[in-house]
T-cell receptor, first 113, second 114 residues
């Protein structure tokens, strides 16, 4: 158990809807990364936040956005959902003492019907 | 050419076998190499992390990096049914323009049969 929590565990919604996924890092984790895992694409980096600021962007769609709050938890917002957005969404964190490694949360499984 | 290539398997071995998992990469900027284990419907769990070329051992697991060939391996000795999972290689470069993203292989699904 990495100590990183993600809510909800499962989410089922319809096309066109908007959802918010939440990630709570451990105490002292300043960096939060979001990844999407689908069967055909594998784990893809979406976006990174460091101490409240956006640090890097990957293959994140314009319909998706994220933020990191002062208490360092992060939210990933997915809007105008499409069937192809169905995937596992993970957040990962880097501990302050070792930014070379990342520890993953349990993920949120999103199903878009 | 993809940045990281990993044979998806599946790989099925008997209990006690030595397992070899491999990834190749094309970006010479990658400096840090990791292996993650992912059980079905769970988050990836960091198994091994290495920076330099050569071998790193941790219990039954040995990670090997050959930067000249752009090739990394994970060996599992005395494999157990509990090792059945998908193994993902991951790598990243030095911090360039603030990006610390990991680039993952697609994972190899391993089954260890009792």
């Amino acid at each position: 158990d990495s100590g990183v929590t993600q809510t909800p565990k499962h989410l089922i919604t319809a096309t066109g809807q908007r959802v918010t996924l939440r990630c709570s890092p451990r105490s002292g984790d300043l960096s939060v990364y979001w990844y999407q895992q689908s069967l055909d694409q594998g784990l893809q980096f979406l976006i990174q936040y460091y101490n409240g600021e956006e640090r890097a962007k990957g293959n994140i769609l314009e319909r998706f956005s994220a933020q990191q709050f002062p208490d360092l938890h992060s939210e990933l917002n997915l809007s105008s959902l499409e069937l192809g957005d169905s995937a596992l969404y993970f957040c990962a964190v880097s501990p302050l003492q070792s930014t070379d490694t990342q520890y993953f949360g349990p993920g949120t499984r999103l199903t878009v019907l | 050419q993809k940045e990281v290539e990993q044979d998806p398997g599946p790989l099925s071995v008997p209990e006690g076998a030595i397992v070899s998992l491999n990834c190749t990469y094309s970006n010479s900027a990658f400096q840090y190499f990791m292996w993650y284990r992912q059980y079905s419907r769970k988050g990836p769990e960091l198994l091994m992390y290495t920076y330099s070329s050569g071998n790193k051992e941790d219990g039954r697991f040995t990670a090997q990096v050959d930067k000249s060939s752009k090739y990394i391996s994970l060996f599992i000795r005395d494999s157990q049914p509990s090792d059945s999972a998908t193994y993902l290689c991951a790598m990243k470069g030095r911090i360039l323009f603030g990006s610390e993203k990991l680039v993952f292989g697609k994972g190899t699904k391993l089954t260890v049969n009792p």
